[in-house]
């Protein structure tokens, strides 16, 4: 009995172990508002004002051209669509509320608060493919395809704070540092070299109150290769997308003399134009092969989330004070913002997987009876009573003859109606069978049937003690009488 039993609590007490719950992956951070349709075509290029609470997307169908603008806490139209000479094929923010277009061969220039359109702003001798903005200096960087330069102009007078910045091949991307004050401008080409077709992928650096090239930095041999580029003006670090290299290259721009490539983040499906908010540190990468924006945490260097578009996202506009984030793309924008993470909620302690792990104490005394088995109680010759004794067995007295083992266990015997004396035995214990009630929650087949065995082993013997007790008081009443 002790030996079966002992297993068994053990038994309990280990299928009571908790366990901790699994850790449910972490909620989206970004959500996707609204998608913003230009009346007339397809959206080409967005910009936002965060002071105005403005967002302008140019459109064209191939014949009218047209710049909207929208309330970016509405989505809602503000006034009606300006008619442009040329598609705007990109934009940029200046100063004053003047909004800048890159109208092919020709700058225009939109006043925000009275709504009018300057054509020719800016001059151009070759085609406008790129636009960058520095308000704070007044300065506009223009990336020319054609002539395949980077030119710093004067958003005061239009003119050219210097000679174009001549690149070997066509600018690819281009960002403005403002709180320094410096362009940051890509390309990627090929040339022959020995015989063979070696490719370059080169970051510049322009000095906006000079207009000169300060630096450059090798940015690896894809031959489609480093596109879009922004920076974090804080840490004074650079990211360069390289689009079939599936990588966002990290630049040190410390020292714009000497760029240095600090590392390289894994963000696959052609990463291409790309955006960063330094208010949440967070890196936005428009994958061109996956119809998506991915949102890197440049500090771990991992993709936290990814932002579907449903379309190749084009390009993307931020408004860092908002976190939102705007994605052209299939000719449509995305409003997408970031919500407020929230403090995770306070977990107790971990949910059991069975019964507790300290299982109800059952004292062994009343468990495990002490009187002998039935096998012992067969095996020893009933004691034979004496024809001269007249002794009468007193109360407390059991009726076995001197040297037999005593029963000491009360909770052994069940209770008799027929007993005399004083004392009758007390009522057995709720234990055996209708404690195994209990122990068969635990779900196990097993230790139910080997407690239940073990309880009827118990009552068994009790039983037979109980019976020869009978048998000996009648022969000592037979005894008293010669």
């Not at 989505?75 to 705007?88: M, T």
């Not at 540092?177 to 370059?200: F, I, K, L, P, W």
């Not at 992928?201 to 690896?220: E, F, K």
């Not at 330094?278 to 936290?304: E, F, M």
């Amino acid at each position: 009995m002790r030996t079966a039993l002992l297993p068994a609590a053990t038994v309990l007490a280990l299928t009571g172990t908790a366990t901790a719950p699994a850790a449910e992956p972490p909620a989206p951070l970004h959500e996707n508002v609204r998608t913003l349709t230009p009346p007339t075509g397809a959206a080409l290029d967005a910009e936002v004002d965060p002071a105005a609470g403005r967002l302008y997307v140019s459109s064209s169908d191939g014949t009218a051209h047209r710049l909207t603008t929208y309330d970016t806490a509405t989505g809602a139209p503000v006034g009606d669509p300006v008619e442009l000479p040329a598609p705007a094929t990109v934009m940029a923010l200046g100063a004053a509320d003047t909004l800048y277009l890159g109208l092919s061969t020709r700058i225009a220039a939109y006043d925000t608060a009275r709504r009018t359109l300057t054509d020719d702003r800016v001059p151009v001798t070759g085609s406008v493919s790129l636009l960058a903005a520095d308000p704070g200096q007044g300065r506009l960087y223009v990336g020319n395809q054609a002539a395949k330069s980077v030119t710093v102009y004067d958003t005061g007078t239009g003119a050219p704070v210097a000679d174009p910045v001549v690149l070997p091949f066509h600018p690819a991307g281009l960002a403005v540092d403002t709180a320094r004050h410096t362009g940051y401008a890509t390309y990627v080409g090929g040339a022959v070299e020995n015989g063979s077709v070696v490719y370059r992928n080169v970051l510049n650096a322009v000095d906006g109150t000079t207009g000169r090239l300060t630096g450059t930095v090798s940015l690896g041999t894809t031959a489609l290769g480093s596109m879009g580029v922004t920076v974090d003006p804080a840490g004074r670090t650079g990211y360069v997308a390289n689009l079939a290299a599936g990588t966002v290259s990290v630049v040190d721009l410390k020292d714009p003399a000497e760029l240095k490539v600090t590392g390289s983040l894994t963000v696959d499906g052609n990463p291409k134009a790309l955006a960063y908010d330094p208010g949440t540190t967070t890196l936005y990468a428009a994958r061109t092969g996956a119809s998506s924006v991915a949102v890197v945490d440049p500090g771990t260097g991992t993709v936290t989330e990814t932002i579907p578009t449903g379309e190749r996202p084009a390009a993307l506009a931020l408004d860092p004070t908002a976190h939102t984030l705007y994605t052209v793309a299939g000719g449509a924008v995305t409003q997408t913002v970031r919500k407020t993470p929230q403090p995770p909620e306070p977990t107790g302690p971990p949910t059991p997987t069975g019964e507790p792990t300290t299982p109800t104490p059952t004292p062994t005394t009343t468990q495990e009876p002490t009187a002998p088995t039935p096998s012992a109680t067969t095996t020893s010759p009933a004691p034979t009573p004496t024809p001269t004794s007249t002794a009468t067995p007193t109360p407390s007295e059991t009726g076995d003859t001197p040297g037999a083992t005593p029963d000491t266990t009360p909770a052994a015997a069940p209770a008799s109606t027929t007993q005399a004396g004083p004392h009758p035995d007390p009522q057995p214990p709720t234990t055996g069978l209708a404690a195994t009630g209990g122990l068969a929650a635990t779900g196990s087949r097993t230790l139910p049937i080997a407690l239940t065995a073990a309880s009827l082993a118990a009552l068994g013997g009790a039983a037979l003690i109980t019976t020869r007790r009978r048998r000996r008081a009648a022969r000592d009443g037979e005894g008293d009488t010669p």
